[in-house]
């Protein structure tokens, strides 16, 4: 499978609701490489559900999170990432570690999202998903918080044309052969 691929300690933070595709996203790289609330919050509370557990699971992400980038390791935040203050949170440690932060913004319809819950082994109560994909950042909110867009096109046996490449935030999104009924869209800060 064509994946992207990061320069080293890279902070690859995945931005979408329960349900987009973000742990599917991110299935592509070692699980060493990822943190992720829903598994620490499983470890402290043996369910990913335990909302109570969720101020550990951010304490134990956090740690992991600058362990490996004071490491120079390439890392991916598998959460939602939908609050501006988290993600300003994520700007501010990949900028104390003088690492590259990329951002992944999973922009599904609402009504893949939901399909996409229901077959899940955890499915998230409906009014959450709908809760959550409301608070859904664009590319011109990324780009205000300090992510600017950058180039990606699609894997593609065939080479990608005009539609595909991206100047700034404001142009269209760009399709992934993974999520043909949302868009996955890139955006990066240098």
Same mark, same amino acid.
């Given at each position: 499978?064509?994946r !992207?691929?990061?320069?080293?300690?890279t902070?690859?933070?995945?931005?979408?609701?329960?349900?987009?595709?973000k742990?599917?996203?991110? %299935?592509? &790289?070692?699980d060493t &490489?990822r943190?992720s609330l829903?598994?620490?919050r499983k470890?402290a509370?043996?369910?990913?559900?335990d909302?109570?557990a969720?101020?550990?699971?951010?304490?134990?992400?956090?740690?992991?999170?600058?362990?490996?980038?004071a490491?120079?390791?390439t890392t991916i *935040?598998?959460s939602?990432? !939908?609050?501006?203050?988290a993600?300003?949170g994520l700007l501010?440690r990949a900028a104390? &570690?003088?690492?590259?932060?990329?951002?992944v913004?999973?922009?599904?319809?609402?009504?893949?999202?939901? %399909?996409?819950?229901?077959?899940?082994d955890?499915?998230?109560?409906?009014?959450i *998903?709908?809760?959550?994909?409301?608070?859904l950042?664009t %590319?011109?909110?990324?780009?205000d918080e300090? &992510?600017?867009?950058?180039?990606w096109?699609p894997p593609?046996?065939t080479?990608?044309?005009?539609r595909y490449?991206?100047r700034?935030a404001?142009?269209?999104?760009?399709r992934h052969?993974?999520?043909p009924a949302g868009? *996955? !869209?890139?955006?990066?800060?240098?």
């Open positions: 499978m064509n !992207l691929t990061f320069e080293p300690g902070m690859c933070t995945l931005i979408g609701p329960p349900g987009c595709g742990s599917t996203f991110a %299935a592509q &790289w070692p &490489w943190v829903d598994f620490y470890l509370a043996d369910t990913e559900t909302q109570s969720t101020p550990v699971a951010v304490q134990a992400q956090n740690l992991f999170l600058d362990a490996r980038l490491r120079g390791l *935040v598998d939602t990432n !939908l609050r501006a203050s993600r300003a501010a104390h &570690w003088e690492r590259p932060a990329v951002a913004l999973f922009d599904v319809p609402l009504a893949t999202v939901e %399909a996409q819950n229901a077959g899940r955890r499915v998230v109560p409906a009014h *998903v709908r809760e959550f994909h409301h608070l950042p %590319a011109e909110q990324l780009h300090g &992510w600017p867009t950058v180039t096109p593609s046996p080479p990608p044309d005009d490449r991206h700034h404001r142009q269209p999104r760009v052969p993974r999520y868009r *996955v !869209l890139l955006v990066h800060r240098p």
